[in-house]
């Protein structure tokens, strides 16, 4: 779900189980709009929803862990 942000590419499935780093350096370049943050899967974040950001949780390996979405 991508809570109404219209802005270019905003779900990216197809990095799920790739490096955490990597799935952040695609969904920028895809979406100039937006920074992604990686985070540790688990980890508080705060409940606001940003159209100009994406959270792409990993686990402790690095890697993706669910769909990376804009908000």
Do not use: H
Not at 5 to 16: D, I, Q
Not at 23 to 46: F, H, K, M, Q, W
């Amino acid at each position: 779900m991508s809570f109404g942000c219209t802005a270019g590419k905003n779900s990216w499935p197809e990095l799920v189980r790739t490096n955490g780093d990597y799935a952040a350096s695609v969904i920028e370049r895809e979406n100039t709009s937006v920074d992604a943050v990686v985070i540790l899967d688990g980890s508080p974040v705060t409940a606001d929803i940003r159209c100009d950001r994406v959270r792409v949780f990993v686990d402790r390996n690095r890697i993706v862990v669910r769909t990376p979405v804009t908000g």
